[in-house]
């Protein structure tokens, strides 16, 4: 069954700390992978994706990801947080099935609070 | 660019009525639309996903005949929610992606609340 597993329901780190979150997959094969990020009452915005080549993507506001295909992984990390980054964040999985738009799956996020 | 808009941003309706809401691809033509629903501190449940000029697909569990969905043209899909009840009240968000394209682009939400 397709899925995804955000392990870490709650995180909370230092302002200025880096910051790992962790996404483990199950998927029958190389699918696309999100990361989306959402604020306290708001819809989510997308901060990277990934879909072939370099397994280290660069996202919006200083985030990036690496997927390890041995692991089934797609980790979201962050060299240093701010105040801001404070929200809730979701991995998800699509499928690679070509010229449309397909359901994605997202875990189940992980809300990520920051200590002054 | 890839910005979603939707209307209202909160509403609150007696039930037994029944309310609408939009969502707009505001500088993108947005060939299929999803409408999640979303519980407080929990992850979006999909309901279903509409392409443009074509009925909407709704996932199991979904009552297609409550949540009617319209996706009339290539920047405009409508949610509505008829006869609604209490435990219709919730979060609902909107999402769009263009043709070949696979990441979806959010709208802001819709809070709805039932009294």
């Known amino acids: 069954a397709q899925s995804v597993t955000q392990p870490d329901i709650h995180i909370t780190v230092s302002e200025g700390a880096s910051l790992e979150l962790r996404c483990n997959y199950s998927?029958?094969?190389?699918?696309?992978l999100f990361w989306y990020v959402q604020s306290p009452g708001q819809g989510l915005q997308l901060l990277l994706k990934y879909f072939s080549g370099d397994t280290l993507v660069q996202g919006i506001k200083g985030f990036e990801a690496e997927f390890k295909r041995s692991q089934s992984s797609f980790n979201l990390r962050k060299p240093s947080v701010h105040w801001s980054d404070a929200a809730e964040y979701f991995c998800a999985v699509g499928p690679q099935s070509g010229s449309s738009a397909s359901k994605i799956i997202f875990g189940s996020g992980t809300r990520l609070s920051i200590r002054p | 660019g890839a910005v979603v808009s939707q209307h209202p941003s909160w509403v609150i309706c007696k039930s037994g009525t029944s309310v609408k809401i939009e969502c707009r691809s505001l500088?993108?033509?947005?060939?299929?639309m999803f409408w999640y629903r979303q519980f407080p501190k929990q992850s979006l449940m999909l309901m279903a996903t509409s392409n443009e000029g074509s009925k909407a697909t709704y996932e199991q569990g979904v009552e297609k005949d409550k949540f009617l969905i319209n996706h009339a043209s290539l920047t405009l899909s409508t949610l509505t929610v008829t006869s609604a009840h209490p435990e219709d009240s919730s979060f609902y968000i909107c999402?769009?992606?263009?043709?070949?394209?696979?990441?979806?682009?959010f709208g802001p939400g819709t809070r709805l609340t039932v009294t």
């Open positions: 998927y029958g094969a190389t699918p696309y």
């Open positions: 999402s769009a992606s263009r043709l070949a394209a696979p990441e979806q682009y």
């Open positions: 500088d993108f033509q947005a060939t299929t």
